[in-house]
C-alpha cells in the first residue's frame, strides 16, 4: 500500500546533539512538508519541498535542515540550535493536484533528556 | 496573515448527543478547506476538502458546510469512536500548496 514512513516513532536528544528524523513516501508525490506540533496549538509549517534538490523555509525554520536529494525522502535535521526541540513531528505529502490535502506520516515525537 | 480558528477548544458529548465544530478564517484568496481527523499519538487522516460557500460533503455521521467566513463540522449521534481531534485547515492561492492549520477541537464522546 502507498504511504508515508516516518521513522523512529520516538527519538530522544541529549543537549548538543544534531538528530535526524527520517520522512519516505511511495506516493509519487511531487511536494512533501515537516510540521511541528505542540500541545494545545496548530501544526506549524518548518520546511517544504515542491521539487527535488528544492527547499524552502517554513514559519519556524530556525534551528531546523532539510535535503531533497530523492523524490521519494525528505529527512530533518534537528540541530543542536533548536532551543526547544521536544515536539511531535509530522511529515506530509501532496499531488499536483493538492485535491486531497496532505497524506500525513505517522509522526516523530523528539524529547530532549 | 493567513488565520484559522477553531472553537470549542474541547467538547464533550454523550453518546447520540449531536453537535458542531467551528473553523472560522481570514485569509486572502481561499483555495480550499479541509477537514482531518487525529487520533492521539498519530497523524492526521484526511476527512473533507470544500472549496466554495454553500458547499457540503458528507461521510457517515459527519457533515462539512463551508460559508465565506467560516465552516463547520457537524456530528450526528455520534458514538465513542468519534473521539480525536479534529483539525482544520486552508489553503490559498499561490502558496505552493501550504496548509495553515487551526489549533483543533478535541473531541470526546461519552459512552
Known amino acids: 500500500d502507498g504511504g508515508i514512513t516516518q521513522s523512529p516513532k520516538y527519538l530522544f536528544r541529549k543537549e548538543g546533539q544534531n538528530v535526524t528524523l527520517s520522512c519516505e513516501q511511495n506516493?509519487?508525490?511531487?511536494?512533501m512538508y515537516w510540521y511541528r506540533q505542540d500541545p494545545g496549538q496548530g501544526l506549524r509549517l518548518i520546511y517544504y519541498?515542491?521539487?527535488?534538490?528544492?527547499?524552502q523555509k517554513g514559519d519556524i525554520a530556525e534551528g531546523y535542515s532539510v535535503s531533497r536529494e530523492k523524490k521519494e525522502s525528505f529527512p530533518l535535521t534537528v540541530t543542536s540550535a533548536q532551543k526547544n526541540p521536544t515536539a511531535f513531528y509530522l511529515c506530509?505529502?501532496?499531488?499536483?493536484?493538492?485535491?486531497?490535502?496532505?497524506?500525513f506520516g505517522s509522526g516523530t515525537r523528539l524529547t530532549v533528556v | 496573515e493567513d488565520q484559522v480558528t477553531q472553537s470549542p477548544e474541547a467538547l464533550r458529548l454523550q453518546e447520540g448527543e449531536s453537535s458542531s465544530l467551528n473553523c472560522s478564517y481570514t485569509?486572502?484568496?481561499?483555495?480550499?478547506l479541509f477537514w482531518y481527523r487525529q487520533d492521539p499519538g498519530k497523524g492526521p487522516e484526511f476527512l473533507f476538502t470544500?472549496?466554495?460557500a454553500g458547499e457540503e460533503k458528507e461521510k457517515e455521521r459527519l457533515k462539512a458546510t463551508l460559508t465565506k467566513k467560516e465552516s463547520f463540522l457537524h456530528i450526528t449521534a455520534p458514538k465513542p469512536e468519534d473521539s480525536a481531534t479534529y483539525l482544520c485547515a486552508v489553503q490559498v492561492g499561490g502558496s505552493a500548496r501550504q496548509l495553515t492549520f487551526g489549533s483543533g477541537t478535541q473531541l470526546t464522546v461519552l459512552p
Open positions: 506530509a505529502s501532496t499531488s499536483g493536484t493538492g485535491g486531497y490535502g496532505y497524506t
Open positions: 506516493l509519487n508525490h511531487d511536494a
Open positions: 485569509v486572502s484568496g481561499l483555495r480550499g
Open positions: 519541498s515542491q521539487i527535488v534538490n528544492d527547499f
Open positions: 470544500l472549496y466554495s
